[in-house]
């Protein structure tokens, strides 16, 4: 079936560390891929996406790349901060399945000063 | 210009009543969907409506239900509700569903506790 995998958190960091959240999925073609993020007590936001194999999808300093031969999509920071401390959640839309997300479990970061 | 609106945020039912949540998706967004997080399943997808229309349906008993108007705002509706329905209820919206490069931004979610 089409699922997602994230790595189990919570993920500790110290400020200014080099931040790999790892995002496998299963599918068949070509599916979207997406990582979210949501702040206590929020929604989701859209921290970045890729739509075709080895698109990089970049924001605020996060990166992640579509590998296809892989099947992973990892989210990568070169430098955290305290504020990034949230819970990430890697998710994939099928082709033809609208938008229907299927969402990872979610990584909770804890960033420490 | 406005975000995904839902309403209300936090409200507290008893076992089997029913609750309605309501969502303005973003202004010309079209195509709305609906997800239940909760600690134990994560985020899981109930529907999608696009133009009125329920274009997609997750793994949700007959109970969970949805509807789109004309004007895009779409509700969703839980009826006899159990203890393990208590979740955030987040709606998404876009503006049409499926295109490639479609972003999808959600709302801050419906926080509904069952006692």
């Known amino acids: 079936g089409n699922s997602v995998t994230q790595m189990e958190g919570p993920v500790t960091l110290s400020e200014e560390a080099f931040l790999t959240i790892n995002c496998t999925y299963t599918a068949t073609g070509y599916p979207s891929l997406f990582w979210y993020v949501q702040y206590p007590g929020e929604g989701l936001q859209l921290l970045l996406k890729?739509?075709?194999?080895?698109d990089k999808g970049s924001n605020k300093g996060f990166e992640a790349t579509y590998r296809k031969e892989t099947t992973s999509f990892h989210l990568e920071k070169g430098s955290v901060q305290v504020s990034d401390s949230a819970v990430y959640f890697c998710?994939?839309?099928?082709?033809?399945?609208?938008?229907?997300?299927?969402f990872g479990g979610g990584t909770r970061l804890m960033v420490k000063p | 210009k406005a975000g995904v609106t839902q309403t209300p945020r936090y409200l507290i039912k008893t076992r089997g009543q029913q609750v309605t949540l309501s969502c303005s998706p973003i202004s010309g967004h079209r195509s709305v969907s609906w997800y239940q997080q909760t600690p134990g399943q994560g985020l899981q997808f109930l529907f999608e409506y696009f133009s009125e229309t329920q274009r997609n349906k997750g793994n949700f008993p007959g109970r969970f239900s949805g509807r789109q108007f004309s004007n895009s705002r779409s509700e969703m509706n839980v009826s006899t509700l159990e203890l393990g329905d208590s979740a955030l209820y987040l709606c998404?919206?876009?503006?049409?569903?499926?295109?490639?490069?479609?972003?999808?931004?959600f709302g801050e979610g419906s926080w509904l506790t069952v006692v």
């Open positions: 998404a919206s876009s503006l049409v569903p499926g295109a490639t490069g479609n972003t999808i931004y």
């Open positions: 998710a994939r839309r099928a082709n033809n399945a609208g938008n229907m997300l299927t």
């Open positions: 890729a739509t075709k194999a080895d």
